[in-house]
């Protein structure tokens, strides 16, 4: 499964890092995004890193304040989030896929990968 951390309470304009850490399999085979929930939205997907070559996917909405990355020695996606906004504040859920083919096509949420989260709340006030 894998499991989220890092989420909170910020001001707008600050900072936090969510972690996803991976327990029973490894992330290196797997292509990995992080979704959010926005209360009374769908889910969206907001940054995913593919795991064959890298490449990377943000929505326009984070486009340059996000920054997704992995750590293979420890197993672990993170999402650098910086210069919040209070239309960031949602629920953040981590999935991973082993059969998705590019990053776009990960970044979709439909609901069938093969790991997903429980989520972290994310919060900014304004």
């Known amino acids: 499964h894998v499991v989220e951390s890092g989420g909170g309470l910020v001001q707008s304009g600050g900072s936090l890092r969510l972690s996803c850490a991976a327990s029973?399999?490894?992330?290196?085979?797997?292509?990995v995004g992080w979704f959010r929930q926005a209360p009374g939205k769908e889910h969206e997907g907001v940054s995913c890193?593919?795991?064959?070559?890298?490449?990377?996917y943000y929505a326009d909405s984070v486009k340059g304040r996000f920054t997704i990355s992995r750590d293979s020695a420890k197993n672990m996606v993170y999402l650098q989030m910086n210069s919040l906004k209070p239309e960031d504040t949602a629920v953040y859920y981590c999935?991973?896929?082993?059969?998705?083919?590019?990053?776009?096509?990960?970044?979709?949420?439909?609901?069938?990968?093969?790991?997903w989260g429980q989520g972290t709340r994310v919060t900014v006030s304004s």
């Open positions: 999935a991973a896929d082993s059969h998705v083919t590019t990053v776009q096509a990960m970044c979709i949420p439909w609901g069938g990968y093969d790991y």
């Open positions: 029973g399999f490894t992330f290196d085979r797997y292509a």
């Open positions: 890193i593919g795991y064959s070559d890298g490449n990377t």
